[in-house]
């Protein structure tokens, strides 16, 4: 009680101060997972916490020149909810994307694939090249491959 007494004496002297300190204090106490009537809300998963590939680095190894690599990144929904791929976006035009299955949407416990290939040609000694996945919540995944261009 004499807390609210307090809190009581410190609306009346500031009403901004107490209003201030009050937000503050509410906004640095609210846990992430909030309870109601006992259930446990939790936030919402990013699409990409949701989203497992089977790898993001693919290493091809030391490969010959002006060839033509190939491999197939699958990806599986582990969420509640639909995952929808807003874009694809390569780091070269060396690389070419087969279209993912499902066509970037994929619902839940379902899973999907993404072939590359990539052409070798003009590149020499090692290298590496990325693929970014952009998500409809604006999270994103980085896949990555690499490998070594010799004669």
């Not at 990409?48 to 990144?73: P, Q, R």
């Not at 604006?138 to 690499?146: D, E």
Request: aromatic share 10%; proline share 3%; net charge positive.
């Amino acid at each position: 009680m004499p807390n609210m007494i307090y809190i009581l004496y410190l609306a009346n002297q500031n009403k901004m101060t107490y209003l201030l300190q009050a937000s503050l204090a509410l906004l640095f106490a609210i846990p992430c997972n909030i309870s109601l009537m006992g259930e446990s809300l939790k936030q919402p998963s990013t699409m990409s916490s949701i989203a497992k590939w089977n790898t993001t680095i693919h290493d091809f190894g030391n490969v010959s020149k002006d060839t033509t690599l190939k491999f197939e990144y699958t990806i599986q929904n582990t969420g509640k909810r639909i995952i929808v791929i807003n874009n694809i976006r390569k780091s070269c035009g060396c690389t070419e994307l087969d279209t993912l299955a499902a066509k970037g949407i994929i619902t839940p416990s379902k899973g999907g694939s993404l072939g590359i290939k990539f052409k070798t040609k003009g590149e020499q000694g090692s290298f590496e090249k990325s693929i970014v996945i952009f998500y409809r919540d604006g999270s994103y995944t980085t896949l990555k491959f690499k490998g070594n261009a010799v004669l």
